[in-house]
Antibody, heavy 120, light 110 residues
């Protein structure tokens, strides 16, 4: 069955960087895009962008342009998000989600989330 | 890109129907039949319940239905059950392959 398993919680200081992983199983990794989203405590879901796991093409939300990088390792079936210059307001649960195939453009499977806490 | 507009909260009694609206712009909701809805219980990852405006994934109850008119999409839940109490988010495909979410609606089953 399709699964997305994310790395564990992280605590970082302001100005540092964080890298969260999302390991996929149960499907052909390179056929689908992985999206990254986040949710600050008590707040709405916020879309951060996507990576095409086949060709590595990325699309970033303007809100994070220049501060976020998506990568993928096709042999390990893992996608990573790296967020730099962390601020207190980056404290959130970070989710990876698979974009369903074809032209449907929705998220059919989600990771369990990874809490990133930014604290001095 | 601004968030889509949803009511902060709605409520209903068991067995009743409720509707949650999701208003965007001509650049997102109004331009594409690619609105999806997600249900999120506390501490859990979101789960898709509607995609492409009105389609239900396999396994999702037919009590959930979606529609769209102009720049506004809607989610209707009929025959409310206690387990429907959750947060609901709409999401639209937008310009340059972007996505935009609504602010979320907290559904309370009275």
């Amino acid at each position: 069955q399709v699964q997305l398993v994310q790395s564990g919680a992280e605590v970082k200081k302001p100005g540092a960087s964080v890298k969260v992983s999302c390991k996929a199983s149960g499907y052909t990794f390179t056929t689908y895009a992985i999206h990254w989203l986040r949710q600050a405590p008590g707040q709405r879901l916020e879309w951060m962008g996507w990576i095409n796991c086949g060709n590595g093409i990325t699309k970033y939300s303007q809100s994070f342009q220049g501060r976020v990088t998506f990568t993928r390792d096709t042999s390990a079936r893992i996608s990573h998000i790296e967020l730099s210059s962390l601020r207190f307001e980056d404290t959130a649960v970070y989710y990876c989600a698979r974009e369903a195939g074809g032209a449907t453009k929705y998220f059919d499977y989600w990771g369990q989330g990874a809490l990133v806490s930014v604290s001095s | 890109q601004s968030a889509l507009t949803q009511p902060a909260s709605v409520s209903g009694s068991p067995g009743q129907s409720i509707t949650i609206s999701c208003t965007g712009t001509s650049s997102d909701v109004g331009s594409y039949d690619l609105v999806s809805w997600y249900q999120q219980h506390p501490g859990k990852a979101p789960k898709v319940i509607i995609y492409e405006v009105n389609k239900r994934p396999s396994g999702v109850s037919n009590r959930f239905s979606g529609s769209k008119s102009g720049n506004t999409a809607s989610l209707t839940i009929s025959g409310l059950q206690a387990e429907d109490e959750a947060d609901y988010y709409c999401c639209s495909y937008g310009e340059s392959a972007s996505r935009v979410f609504g602010g979320g609606t907290r559904l309370t089953v009275l």
